[in-house]
C-alpha cells in the first residue's frame, strides 16, 4: 500500500512537470505510439527496420505491434505494469517496446550483459509482471535465467521467449494473435513510457523514468541536430537498450524521418563493416574504445564503408588525438556525443569545425536545457573552470523512479539533477568533460561501481582487503585493477573471476587485473593513495 501511495505521488508530480512544458509548447503532446501511427502513415510502405534477411516496412513495424499488444492484453498485461526486457539487438525488440506503449505498460531496459544479480535488483525494485529473454544469445541460455529469476519473484506471471520453448510462451505466438481491440484506452504524453537503467556508485540499477512526451522529444531534436532524412540508414551497433542508440537520435530518431535501422548484434567491426556495406549506412553511433578498434580494422580491410557520413563517439570521454583519425580513415564526419539517460544531451554541430570537434563534447540539444556547473562549495565555478555538472530541462528526469531517499541527494530544492560529471564551459557554451566525481569505472562505456565489487571481494575467504580501481587503457579506455591483501600469494584474477561470476556478476563488471599488496600507500593525508596504485598497475601490465 506505501508503495502504491508512493508510486502514485511520484507518477503525478512527474506528469505534471511534463504537462508545464506541453502547455509552452516545448514537449509535443502525442505518446510514442501516436507517433509511431503518424510515421506509419507519412512512410508506409518504407523500410523501417533490418534484422538479418527480416526486413519490416513501417506499417508491417505498426501492425506486428498491434498483434502483440493484443497477446500481451490477453496475458492480463496493461496500463501501468512493468515488464522486463532483456533481449539484444532485433527487430522483435523494437516491436515488443511499440506494443507496451500502446498498452501503456512500461518496458525496464535490462542489457543482455545482465546477470541474475542485476536481474534479481530490478524485480525488487519495479516488480514486473512479465519477462522477455531470448532463448540463447552469444552462448549464454537466457530460458535458465528466466526460470530461476521467476521462481524468486511471483510477481512474474508471464516468460515470454524470443526463440524456441518449450515450456514457456515464445515471440512468434504473439505476432499471431487476435487484433487489438481498437477500444483500449492509450496512455497520456506524460505518462511513464519506458524504465532505462542507470549504473549509480553503489551497483544497484536506479530506474529512470522517461514520458512519452519528453523521449519523444529527446529523440526526434536529435535527428533534426543530425540532419537526418528519409534516406538516412542507422545502423544500432551498440545494444539498444541504451539510450543512445535507442534514442540519440538512435532508432526513435530513424523512424521520425522515415529512414531505416539496420540491426547488427554486435558492435565488432567485421559484422560492422559488412552491414555498412551491404545496406548503405549513413550514421552509426559507437563508444571510444570501439571507434578505435574501428580504426586499427580500417588501416588493413578493404570493404567499401564510403557511405558511412556521421560517425556519433560519446559513453566516455574520447582523446583528442583519436578525434582527428576519425575523419580521415574512416572517411565520415565526427560527432561527438555527451549526454547522459537521466536527460540533457550535448552535441558537436555539423557545422563546427574541426577543432571544436575534436577538443569539445558539445553543446545542449535544446535552448530549453538549464545547467549549472558548481565548486565544491556550491558556488559558481569561474568562466572556463571545472566543477559539477547540474542540470534541468524538457526532456531531464525530475527523480529516479520509486526512490525517494536517493532522489533528496541526487536532485537540488530547485530541480537540477546533480550529474556527478565534471566539466568546463567554453565561451561558446560548449562542454569539456574532466572526469567524474562519483565512484565509478567508465569500461567501454559501461559504467562500473566500484562500491559493489569491492564489498563482494572482501567477503571472499582470501582476501583481508581490496580496492578497486580505473586504470587508463588504449582498447576499454578504462580498465578495472582489483589490488588485494592477502595471505594466498596464489590467489589469482582467474579465482576473482569465478567467483564473481557465481555471485551472477557479470564479465564486464569483474576486474581485469589482479595486483597483490602486502600495505596500502598513503597520501600526506593519511588517506589511501589510489593515484599511486593506478601507477602500479599501469607498470605491471
Known sequence: MVKEKNESGFIAALADAKQSYIDDGVLPPLTLWQWLEIWDRNYHQHTALVDGDEYLSYQGLKESAEYVAAGLQQQGIGAGDTVLVQLPNSNHFVVLCFALFRLGAKPIMAMPAHREKDINALCQQAQP???????HFLGFNYQVLADHISQQHPCIRTVIIDGKSANHLTFEQFLHSAPLDPDTPQPSPTNIALLLLSGGTTGTPKLIPRTHADYAFNAIESAKVCRMSPQSVYLAALPISHNFPLACPGILGTLS?????????????????????QEKVTITALVPPLAKLWLETK???????????????????????????????????????????????????LDDDIETVATTQGKPLSTADQIQILAPDGSPVSPGEAGELLTKGPYTIKGYYLAEEHNKKAFTQEGFYQSGDLVRQTANGYLIVEGRLKEQINRAGEKIAIAEIEELLVEHPDVIDCILIPVPDERLG???????????????????????????????????QLEHIAMWPLTTVSKVNKQALSQLAIEND
Open 129 to 135: 509482471v512479465a519477462y522477455v529473454v531470448p532463448d
Open 257 to 277: 524521418v522515415g529512414g531505416k535501422v539496420v540491426m547488427a548484434k554486435t558492435a565488432g567491426d567485421d559484422e560492422a563493416f559488412s552491414l555498412i556495406e
Open 299 to 349: 588501416e588493413w580491410d578493404e570493404t567499401d564503408i564510403s557511405s558511412l557520413q556521421l560517425l556519433q563517439i560519446g559513453g566516455s570521454r574520447l582523446e583528442e588525438k583519436v578525434a582527428r583519425q576519425i575523419t580521415p580513415i574512416l572517411g565520415c564526419q565526427l560527432q561527438q556525443v555527451f549526454g547522459m539517460a537521466e536527460g540533457l544531451l550535448c552535441y558537436t554541430r
Open 478 to 512: 578504462e580498465r578495472s585493477c582489483a589490488f588485494v591483501i592477502s595471505d594466498n600469494p596464489a590467489f589469482d584474477l582467474q579465482q576473482v573471476q569465478q567467483y564473481l561470476t557465481q555471485h551472477g556478476l557479470p564479465r564486464y563488471k569483474q576486474p581485469d
